[in-house]
């Protein structure tokens, strides 16, 4: 089945955003916006910051984004992210990638051409969703299905996304709050159980920014009760 977010998402329309698209997919290379715009718009919800996945190298991306007259700052470049500000709006684009090193609070990676694989390296089927310059969703992990039973679901196997960072057991919750239904997925929860421990070795400022996000959903405690 074929789904598209045209006519549904005011933001995709941005002439700016348009133009960045285009020029990055030049060449043979690839551009889709990814995660959250195209999740919350499926879901009907307000859409904040726009993120951009791209098979351009982040050299390419910083010259494709100058030569279109848009200011490109390599904000993160060694994880392949370069922020991009067109027309007033900052836009983050990211290289594809895929892991080859973890250790529960960051990743080592490689960049690639490979839309599966960056797909699963993410964290929430719900947020490994990508749309296309004229809407179309590209889904590769059954993202869609989840989202229209409001099922909050590790891409793969939810001990070994947990272990790559420990930040998604409370990632797991925020989302559930957020965007989720009934109760909580048995096999994510139970993984975030055995793996608890590992939140000892995060930064105390990671885990409060994804607490206050979570206490700042409509009703918290549905999250909180498990």
Not at 23 to 37: I, K
């Amino acid at each position: 089945m074929s789904v598209s977010i045209a006519g549904r998402a005011d933001w995709l329309t941005d002439k700016h955003l348009q133009r960045l698209l285009f020029a990055l997919a030049e060449g043979g290379e690839e551009a889709r916006v990814a995660g959250g715009a195209v999740r919350n718009t499926l879901m009907d919800q307000p859409v904040a910051d726009i993120d951009i996945a791209t098979t351009c190298l982040p050299q390419q991306t910083l010259r494709r984004a100058e030569a279109e007259g848009f200011k490109a700052v390599p904000t993160g470049i060694e994880h392949g992210t370069i922020t991009v500000v067109a027309g007033g709006k900052p836009y983050e684009i990211t290289t594809l990638r895929a892991d080859i090193e973890t250790d529960g609070r960051r990743a080592k990676v490689s960049f690639g051409r490979d839309w599966k694989l960056d797909a699963e390296r993410r964290d929430f089927t719900i947020n490994a969703l990508y749309a296309e310059a004229d809407g179309k969703v590209v889904d590769l992990v059954g993202g869609i299905a989840d989202i229209e039973t409001r099922r909050l679901r590790f891409i793969g196997d939810p001990e070994a996304r947990i272990r790559e960072d420990y930040l998604r057991i409370l990632r797991f919750f925020r989302f559930f709050a957020w965007y989720g239904d009934g109760r909580p997925d048995a096999e994510g929860l139970k993984a975030c159980a055995r793996l608890k421990e590992g939140l000892a070795q995060l930064s105390s400022e990671r885990i409060w920014s994804q607490l206050k996000k979570l206490l700042s959903a409509p009703d918290p405690s549905r999250a909180l009760l498990w």
